[in-house]
């Protein structure tokens, strides 16, 4: 059981460039969401989903873009990068409950430097 | 809506002697509440987790956490520190039903130093 996984664990781009981040999960949990983790600020939602085929933004959507086309994957694409968005991001998944007292697991995250 | 404010950036204690960092929130509704550990260039790690059970709450390597609702406090402790513990704690909210698909608020995070 792998849990969650992100690839790649660290990318250097030049401003201008685009990419996507991968996150997979093998938990069959019908959530996941991307964070992005700045020095002081904590971790902030990019975008989420609650389940296969639809998104939603979060707190800080702007720049990304987000992709579920299937259960287990959810992909953050940077259509064109700013130094704003270096960062190290987190991908994270859940199970839906009727509740939200069932915790997110967390990948290991990817470090993003943008030139 | 939510909010998460931890009240020490950082908390600097000798290895044996207690731990305490110190986590406030702000919910419109019943919530739940949680502690995440990271440790350097990792990722993140539950400590615990609030769910309405009970008050006091206990977790990994030692860790517990209380719930008070008349001060809207769910601060982390632990009787002894060890050089292990030497990490980021983020103390997280969430309502406990409905709203906002389950999305976590952050607090900004408290590094704990541990001295030998």
């Known amino acids: 059981n792998a849990g969650v996984t992100q690839t790649p664990k660290f990318r250097v781009l030049k401003t201008g460039q685009s990419m996507t981040l991968l996150c997979a999960q093998d938990m069959n949990h019908e959530y996941m969401y991307w964070y992005r983790q700045d020095p002081g600020m904590g971790l902030r939602l990019i975008h989420y989903s609650v389940g296969e085929g639809t998104t939603a933004k979060g707190e800080v959507p702007d720049g990304y873009n987000v992709s579920r086309l299937k259960k287990q994957n959810f992909l953050l694409g940077l259509e064109s990068a700013a130094p704003s968005q270096t960062s190290v991001y987190f991908c994270a998944s859940r199970r839906k409950l009727a509740t939200n007292y069932n915790e997110q697991f967390f990948g290991p995250g990817t470090r993003l430097t943008v030139l | 809506a939510q909010s998460v404010t931890q009240l020490d950036s950082h908390v600097s204690v000798s290895e044996g002697t207690p731990v305490l960092l110190r986590c406030n929130y702000s919910?419109?509704?019943?919530?739940?509440l949680f502690w995440y550990v990271q440790h350097p260039n990792k990722g993140l790690q539950l400590l615990l987790k609030y769910t309405s059970a009970a008050t006091l709450v206990k977790g990994i390597n030692g860790f517990e956490a209380e719930f008070k609702k008349s001060e809207t406090s769910f601060h982390l402790t632990k009787p002894s520190a060890h050089m292990s513990d030497a990490a980021e704690y983020f103390c997280?909210?969430?309502?406990?039903?409905?709203?906002?698909?389950?999305?976590?608020?952050f607090g900004k995070g408290t590094k704990l130093s541990v001295k030998p």
């Open positions: 919910s419109s509704y019943s919530p739940s």
């Open positions: 997280v909210v969430t309502p406990g039903y409905g709203g906002s698909q389950g999305n976590l608020i």
